[in-house]
């Protein structure tokens, strides 16, 4: 079993930044990313990272997300700039691990004046 804790969410104005991150319990082998879901909305993936591999990014965050991995630390955080009001949304933190997915609980980013 994997245990994930994202943390760094909160409110902040549009054009503003946040760094979410997401520690994992033991050794991730695999994809971390994050998805997000806004209310009445599905759960869209954000970004994926693979240790040694490209980035891949959700059009619409390209150019102002930027995720990164810690193998050594096993975390995965998310830069967001130039954050607008369409980017609010429960942000959740995913592994892949021995073929097994995970998901944390969530953090909720509010991007509102």
């Known amino acids: 079993q994997v245990q994930l804790v994202e943390s760094g969410g909160g409110l902040v104005q549009p054009g503003g930044s946040l760094r979410l991150s997401c520690a994992a319990s033991?050794?991730?082998?695999?994809?971390m990313g994050w998805y997000r879901q806004a209310p009445g909305k599905e759960r869209d993936l954000v970004a994926t990272?693979?240790?040694?591999?490209?980035?891949n990014y959700a059009d619409s965050v390209k150019g102002r997300f930027t995720i990164s991995r810690d193998n050594a630390k096993n975390t995965v955080d998310l830069q967001m700039n130039l954050l607008k009001t369409e980017d609010t949304a429960v942000y959740y933190c995913?592994?892949?691990?021995?073929?097994?997915?995970?998901w944390g609980k969530g953090t909720l980013v509010t991007v509102s004046s």
């Open positions: 995913y592994a892949v691990t021995y073929g097994m997915g995970y």
């Open positions: 033991r050794n991730i082998f695999g994809r």
């Open positions: 990272i693979i240790t040694g591999g490209t980035p």
